[in-house]
C-alpha cells in the first residue's frame, strides 16, 4: 500500500488553507489585509489555492501611508489585476486631512502609528469582521502571543490576556456586535517557511527583495533608503549599497541589509545563517521595548 506522505511545506500549506476556509465559513465579510509584502503575497497565493478554481472570495485591504516603495505599490496594482479580486484602500493621507490623527514631525517620523485609526476606520466603513494578515509568531515577542483567530473589542483594540483557547484546529469565531476577529493563517511558519515555499512554488516578489543598488543613509545602525520622506540628520550622509529586504513596510522606517542575495537560492542560504530577526530592520520596533506591542493593543495590525 501507498503511503501518505506531506512533507513539512505541504503540512504549513494545508494547515493554513484550512485556516482560511474556517475564516470564510465562519464570518460574513472577512478580508485579507495585504501590504505587498512577502508574508502577505504568501497568503495571497493560498488564498488562491484555497478556492480555485473559483475566485478569492473576499477583497485585499490595503492601508497607503503614501510612504510606500513604487515597487511594492506597482506589484499590487499587478498582483490584484491577476487575481481579479477587489482592493479596498484605506488612505493615511485622508484621516490627516480629516484631523482623525496628526502627523509626525522631526528627522524621526513616521506614518507607521498612523495606520491603526485609518485601518479601523476602513474595517468599519466596509463591515468587515474578520480580517486575515501574514503576521508569524516568529516575528516578533508580542506576535508570539497572538491566537490564529485573535478577538478584538468594539474599539478594534487587542487584549492578550482574554484569548479564546484554541483546541486542536477547533476555532472560535463567535463575537458581540462591533467586534471583529483578526486572522493569521501562517502564524506557525518561520521566515524560512515562507522562503522555501516562495522557492517551492514560484511566487513572483518585488525586486526590492532581491539584492540591488540604491541610495540610502544608516541611522542608528539601521540602513534607510534615500527618499523625500526621510529628513537627514546633521552629519548623515547619503551612500550608495548594494542592499536587499528582508520585509516591506514604509520607506521611512523599513531597513535593509547590505546583500549580494540576487535570487531565491542565496537568499535561503543567508537566511540560514543570519542571527537577527527580520523585524529588527524595522526603525518602527526600536521605538521602545514593547513598541509593537503597544500598536496591537490600540489596534494595529
Not at 495571497?44 to 485585499?60: D, E, G, M
Not at 523625500?228 to 514604509?250: A, S, W
Not at 537577527?276 to 489596534?299: L, N, P, W, Y
Request: glycine residues 6%.
Amino acid at each position: 500500500m501507498a503511503q501518505y506522505y506531506l512533507s513539512h511545506l505541504e503540512e504549513l500549506e494545508a494547515e493554513a488553507i484550512f485556516v482560511i476556509r474556517e475564516v470564510v465559513s465562519q464570518f460574513e465579510k472577512p478580508a485579507l489585509l495585504f501590504s505587498g509584502g512577502k508574508d502577505s503575497i504568501v497568503l495571497a497565493h493560498l488564498s488562491k489555492k484555497a478556492f480555485y478554481p473559483s475566485r478569492i472570495p473576499f477583497p485585499l485591504i490595503h492601508i497607503d501611508t503614501g510612504h510606500n516603495f513604487p515597487e511594492t505599490i506597482a506589484f499590487r496594482d499587478e498582483l490584484v489585476k491577476d487575481l481579479g479580486v477587489q482592493l479596498i484602500v484605506g488612505s493615511v493621507q485622508k484621516s490627516i486631512d480629516e484631523g482623525k490623527v496628526r502627523e509626525e514631525t522631526g528627522a524621526n517620523a513616521s506614518r507607521n502609528a498612523l495606520q491603526t485609526v485609518t485601518l479601523l476606520d476602513t474595517l468599519e466603513e466596509n463591515k468587515i469582521d474578520a480580517a486575515m494578515g501574514g503576521a508569524r509568531r516568529d516575528e516578533e515577542k508580542a506576535r508570539a502571543k497572538e491566537r490564529f483567530f485573535s478577538h478584538r473589542d468594539e474599539f478594534g483594540q487587542w487584549d492578550p490576556k482574554n484569548q479564546r483557547p484554541e483546541l486542536w484546529n477547533l476555532f472560535n469565531g463567535k463575537k458581540h456586535m462591533g467586534e471583529h476577529f483578526r486572522v493569521f493563517p501562517i502564524s506557525n511558519w518561520t521566515e524560512m517557511d515562507v522562503w522555501q515555499y516562495i522557492q517551492y512554488q514560484n511566487i513572483a516578489l518585488p525586486s526590492l527583495y532581491f539584492s540591488h543598488q540604491r541610495d540610502c543613509v544608516v541611522r542608528d545602525g539601521v540602513i534607510l533608503a534615500k527618499s523625500d520622506f526621510i529628513q537627514l540628520k546633521p552629519n548623515e550622509e547619503i551612500k550608495n549599497l548594494t542592499v536587499r529586504y528582508r520585509t516591506c513596510g514604509d520607506m521611512p522606517i523599513t531597513g535593509a541589509v547590505e546583500s549580494d542575495a540576487d535570487d531565491l537560492d542565496k537568499i535561503i542560504a543567508e537566511v540560514a545563517t543570519t542571527r537577527t530577526t527580520e523585524r529588527g530592520t524595522r526603525a518602527d520596533d526600536k521605538r521602545g521595548e514593547t513598541a509593537m506591542e503597544d500598536r496591537k493593543k490600540s489596534g494595529y495590525f
